[in-house]
């Protein structure tokens, strides 16, 4: 059974960081791109960032780019995404998921976490 575990998320103020962690288990986590995804009240679930299996490309949305950092552990199957620069429109649910071979920006990904909350305070 494929379990995806966020962790790290928090209060944090206007310009803090902040690093989420995704811990995946019961998958072949080499074989599989990475995304985060976030979520905000009465908004759609939205693509933040991706990374390929093997971490030699990644992509982010224009929104996080040059703020959001990506990364993965292959030996450790964990995610990351290290979070700076935040702003209050950061505020939102933050979920890992993982997709065979590719990175989409779409929602169309196989496993999903249940995700942590990101509060960006003013």
């Not at 299996?53 to 992509?59: C, F, L």
């Not at 552990?73 to 964990?78: S, Y």
């Not at 196989?110 to 003013?122: A, K």
């Amino acid at each position: 059974q494929v379990h995806l575990v966020e962790s790290g998320g928090g209060l944090v103020q206007a310009g803090g960081s902040l690093r989420l962690s995704c811990a995946a288990s019961g998958l072949t986590f080499g074989s599989y791109a990475m995304g985060w995804f976030r979520q905000a009240p009465g908004k759609e679930r939205e693509f933040v960032a991706g990374i390929s299996w093997s971490g030699g490309s990644t992509y982010y949305s224009d929104s996080v780019k040059g703020r959001f950092t990506i990364s993965r552990d292959n030996a450790k199957n964990t995610v990351f995404l290290q979070m700076n620069s935040l702003k209050p429109e950061d505020t939102a649910v933050y979920y890992c998921a993982a997709r065979r071979l590719t990175v989409v920006t779409g929602p169309k990904y196989d496993y999903w976490g249940q995700g942590t909350q990101v509060t960006v305070s003013s």
